[in-house]
């Protein structure tokens, strides 16, 4: 008898209460536990029927994690499920907490399930590349029909119980005791001489011969790149098509192409990436925190508005500073058609905006932040308004109070200076817009203290943010490895690429747009201002990026907002068209800088742009702007739209290209144009010399 799963009786019902905290993981003991419980029950002439449910918080809340990647010990689940749907007694699974992936599958192993009102039930395993591989796909339809059960295994979304209840998942809801509910609801069907219904002999209801070929129209977009989804709905198919074994069969092949491929091995390492990125090596994770009561947002603007927005979102009050009601007016008015818009979707309740305004007080007056916790400022990025905001800061902040800048760049420990206390100074470097987007790149100063970084780290979450911890240096890492990407992409086009080579490139490869598409929809004019303030030509040693893209903004060509980019627009269609009048001014531009275009490969493209981006994560590591090369993987994800099927720029580097291939073409660029920025990192040096990846440093 296992300790990870416990016999009981009560009556003539036997109990197994799956034992294995926090979240009862179906480790090997779990799956033994149950199979062996099941049989043995089944013998028990004692024993009339049998109810399975998790001990402490949940009910198997899917795999045991700490299998991953490790050889095979105990019974498989499949086997472990058909001993429980062949039991000669009645079983009923009785589900609390999260049900998830093999948790739910064993679920539906049992003959009837009842739930708790609070239970959230689902098969999230194409979030890592895989599908339910213990017959989710060929159970599930027979429940709730083909086009439900699609939907829910693609979207991997968790399952209310009162839903789950409608489509017949779960046979009852029991308030109250669980257990006791169970027992009853069991004692109930033997006294119905309630017959043992197997889901596996359960017909499917296909509610639309043409739902599959529907289903992959409908998904191509959003499913480029990724293999689970089709798997997924080849398996759902295989249960409308084919009998229950053969379609198991069917899942099992799918299942293991999925297991085996670089898309799945990329999605479960970035799982287990993000939860690490977390974690900040020199900060312990019982040091104390300050409390977060209430906000103050600097700014009401689209970016302190989005801000406020979090700070909202998540139920903390938070005042908003403007230098005038105008803007302040203006600020609250796009929050409020922000929260209106998506009570449309059916995103929020009509009251739940109300209550959401509510929780954000507008203000002109500084001292009206005094008795905030923490205060972010999102003004413009210029270092003496930065100086401005923080000395006064300093005036009314309350000893203690967290005091945060959203500079996308500048540097945070001089901002720190402009107080006298730089440890409660720390960058919060969110993406815009900020309301939507997940990546916090949140910045430590040189002074910022330990329990300022627990703080911030802990209160990104609660926002809705995954929160990275990053060094003070020029572009942070996300922005600086960006304008790695930038240059060669500018210096591909005078050389003979044009934009819509490169963006098909780059898109092709995974990312939701290209360079040039990007920045027609960032607005070209904001580098271009940059760029006359900083007189770029004059200060940088290597060659100026910016020909073409000041020519276009000479012409008022901004981008989508102004109709004209890199692109032209017929507005309200945002679709980029190629434009002869762009071509003739690059055209133009590598005739003057005395460039004899040439063609240029897909392949140049693509290493062009993305080899430089890892060769400067490389310096990052070394510096220690970044703790991991996880870190670099988790802001690139999510902060810049790299494929999580690709796993991010460190990990693709690891395990898909190789660090000496980088290496190599690195040299290979260095000699044939002469250009130190092709020198390899001496990181990068070092690993490939010591036939080392990324991840080992």
Not at 132 to 156: C, E, F, V, W
Not at 281 to 309: F, H, N
Not at 387 to 401: N, Q, Y
Request: aromatic share 6%; glycine share 10%; proline share 5%.
């Amino acid at each position: 008898m296992s300790d990870a799963v416990i016999r009981s009786t009560e009556g003539r019902i036997g109990i197994l209460t799956i034992n294995n905290p926090p979240v009862n993981a179906l480790a090997a003991a779990v799956r033994a536990g149950i199979k062996d419980g099941v049989e043995a029950f089944g013998r028990d002439s004692n024993v009339d029927a049998i109810v399975l449910i998790g001990g402490g918080r949940t009910f198997i809340a899917g795999a045991d994690i700490r299998e991953f990647g490790k050889p095979p010990s105990g019974p498989n689940l499949n086997d472990v499920i058909a001993t429980m749907e062949n039991s000669p007694k009645l079983i009923v699974a009785a589900l609390h907490g999260t049900p998830l992936g093999g948790g739910l599958e064993t679920a539906l192993g049992a003959h009837y399930r009842v739930a708790l009102p609070t239970t959230r039930m689902g098969l999230p395993e194409v979030h890592l590349g895989l599908l339910p591989g213990a017959g989710g796909t060929q159970r599930l339809p027979r429940l709730t029909g083909a086009k439900y059960a699609l939907d829910a295994i693609l979207s991997g979304r968790h399952i209310p119980a009162a839903e789950a209840k409608s489509k017949g998942i779960v046979d009852a809801i029991v308030e109250g005791d669980l257990l006791k509910g169970a027992i009853a609801h069991t004692e109930m069907l033997l006294a119905q001489k309630a017959p043992l219904r197997r889901v596996r002999d359960l017909s499917v209801t296909l509610e639309s011969p043409e739902l599959f070929a529907e289903t992959e129209k409908s998904i191509a977009r959003k499913a480029r790149g990724f293999k689970a989804p089709w798997n997924i709905i080849k398996c759902v198919q295989a249960a409308v098509d084919l009998p229950f074994d053969e379609g198991m069969k069917r899942e099992r092949e799918l299942f293991a192409e999925l297991l085996t491929s670089t898309e799945s091995a990329a999605q479960r390492y970035y799982f287990f990436a993000e939860r690490e990125a977390a974690k900040v090596k020199d900060v312990p994770a019982d040091t104390p925190q300050r409390e977060i009561k209430t906000g103050g947002i600097i700014g009401a603007g689209t970016m302190g508005g989005g801000i406020a927005m979090n700070f909202a979102n998540a139920g903390v009050p938070v005042t908003m500073l403007e230098t005038s009601q105008e803007a302040l007016d203006r600020g609250l008015k796009t929050i409020r058609t922000n929260y209106e818009n998506t009570a449309k979707r059916g995103g929020m309740k009509a009251e739940d905006v109300e209550k959401r305004m509510a929780l954000i007080t507008p203000t002109l007056d500084y001292n009206a932040l005094k008795d905030a916790d923490v205060i972010i400022e999102a003004v413009f990025e210029t270092m003496e308004v930065k100086e401005t905001v923080f000395k006064k800061l300093d005036e009314v902040a309350k000893p203690g109070a967290i005091l945060a800048t959203n500079t996308s760049g500048l540097d945070v420990n001089q901002i720190a200076s402009y107080t006298k206390r730089p440890g409660d100074v720390i960058g919060m470097h969110f993406f815009s817009p900020a309301n939507v987007m997940k990546l916090l790149e949140n910045v430590r100063g040189k002074a910022t203290e330990k329990d300022v970084i627990a703080t911030v780290m802990s209160f990104s979450k609660k926002i809705g943010k995954i929160p990275v911890l990053v060094g003070v240096c020029e572009g942070f890492v996300g922005n600086r490895m960006l304008r790695m990407r930038g240059i060669q992409s500018a210096y591909m086009m005078e050389e003979g690429a044009l934009p819509q080579q490169i963006d098909k490139v780059v898109y092709d490869y995974g990312f939701p747009m290209g360079p040039f598409a990007m920045s027609d929809l960032a607005g070209n004019d904001v580098g271009w201002r940059i760029r006359q303030g900083k007189k770029e030509k004059e200060k940088r040693n290597v060659r100026y990026t910016g020909y073409v893209a000041d020519a276009i903004c000479e012409l008022g060509r901004f981008g989508q907002k102004t109709g004209a980019g890199y692109y032209k627009y017929n507005l309200p269609d945002r679709t980029p068209i190629p434009d002869p009048e762009v071509e003739k001014i690059i055209e133009e531009t590598s005739k003057k800088l005395g460039i004899t275009r040439r063609a240029i490969s897909d392949q140049e493209i693509l290493e062009r742009a993305l080899y430089p981006m890892v060769n400067e994560g490389a310096k990052i590591l070394e510096e220690g702007m970044a703790q991991r090369s996880l870190d670099i993987d988790v802001i690139w994800v999510n902060g810049y739209g790299w494929p999580v099927y690709r796993g991010g720029p460190m990990w693709w580097a690891d395990n898909v290209v190789g660090l000496k291939t980088i290496h190599d073409a690195l040299l290979k660029y260095r000699d044939a144009s002469g250009d130190p920025f092709w020198e390899p990192a001496p990181l990068l040096k070092k690993l490939v010399q010591e036939g080392k990846k990324f991840s080992s440093v």
